[in-house]
């Protein structure tokens, strides 16, 4: 089982850093998918990149609801086609979120965890993802595509106590 490791906020350098393609996916870099995995899943998000832990290297893992996690080891987008308007929050800006362009869709290669060469062709949330967490490996946050009026504070959910 991987540690668990916190992910890093907004303000940390090495979020604004351009991450290093990975030379070989050796047993580090299995166990940092791990625990990549694991972070993305206790902190409760669709998609987290290797920078988001501290680690400037292009890797991203994601998991769309209901299919299992996947990893995507030195991704790059060659292809995007259309645009629409959504909103977007992430893990190392919490209680914020925007309204963003992406693409409708995206295509993206890349390498699986154990070193085979994979592409991806996505759209809606899965595209969005993909985009968003690409984005983080070159140093860029989804804040720095928003106009300031599109962006906005979101309250976590209170608990209501009943009473009579």
Same mark, same amino acid.
């Given at each position: ?11 940390? +350098?090495? %979020? ?22 694991? #972070? ?10 290797? =920078?988001?832990?501290?680690?400037? %290297? ?9 299919? !299992? =996690? ?21 893990? +190392? ?9 992406? +693409? ?36 860029? &946050?989804?804040?720095?595509? #928003? !106009?300031?009026?599109? &962006?906005?504070?979101? !309250? =976590?959910? #209170? %608990? !209501?106590?009943?009473?009579?």
């Amino acid at each position: 089982m991987a540690a668990q490791t916190m992910h890093r906020l907004l303000g940390d +350098s090495v %979020l604004r850093r351009k991450a290093r393609r990975v030379p070989t996916i050796d047993r580090s870099i299995q166990r940092l998918i791990d625990d990549m995995v694991a #972070t993305m899943k206790q902190a409760g998000g669709v998609g987290l990149a290797a =920078p988001q832990i501290g680690v400037s %290297l292009r890797i991203i893992v994601l998991q769309m609801l209901g299919e !299992e =996690p996947m990893a995507i080891v030195n991704p790059e987008i060659v292809k995007r086609a259309g645009e629409r308007e959504v909103t977007e929050a992430c893990l +190392s800006v919490p209680g914020y979120a925007g309204e963003i362009k992406r +693409s409708a869709s995206v295509t993206v290669k890349g390498q699986d965890r154990h070193g085979k060469a994979i592409r991806i062709k996505a759209t809606g949330l899965m595209a969005q993802a993909l985009e968003h967490e690409l984005d983080h490996l070159d140093g860029v &946050l989804y804040v720095d595509k #928003t !106009e300031p009026v599109k &962006l906005h504070k979101i !309250e =976590p959910p #209170t %608990l !209501e106590v009943g009473g009579d």
